[in-house]
């Protein structure tokens, strides 16, 4: 029965180093994992970093060109009313040839009553 015990004990022993060594053997992939996973977010947060960064310049670009439209829009506005205008001066000279060619007339007409 002793040696009963003893066996019993030594395969006990025996199956706890295995345990432990399995456990070993477990912690080291799960470290392994762990430091891989460090790696991994790193890059993902450097590429995080590198994504914010071109989107803040496609913000800023994107502003630019919404201004730029803007500015487009606004030249277009007023060629409009240029135009309008110098069609509104055009029309405003014919009036004055007509006005003075009609104070030319009056004058020979006072002129030739005195």
Do not use: G, P
């Not at 040696?3 to 470290?31: F, G, M, P, W, Y």
């Not at 439209?69 to 240029?82: A, C, D, I, P």
């Not at 509104?88 to 002129?111: F, G, H």
């Amino acid at each position: 029965t002793l040696q009963k015990l003893v066996d019993e004990h030594t395969k006990s022993k025996r199956e706890l180093e295995n345990s432990i060594d399995r456990l070993k053997i477990d912690l080291t992939a799960k470290l392994e994992e762990n430091e891989s996973l460090k790696k991994s977010k790193s890059v993902i947060e450097k590429d995080h970093a590198d994504v914010t960064a071109i989107l803040k310049e496609k913000m800023a670009d994107t502003k630019a060109a919404n201004e730029i439209e803007q500015l487009k829009n606004q030249v277009m506005r007023l060629s409009e009313q240029m135009t309008y205008l110098n069609i509104e001066q055009s029309d405003l000279n014919d009036q004055l040839t007509k006005v003075e060619a009609e104070n030319t007339n009056l004058n020979k007409e006072l002129a030739s009553l005195k």
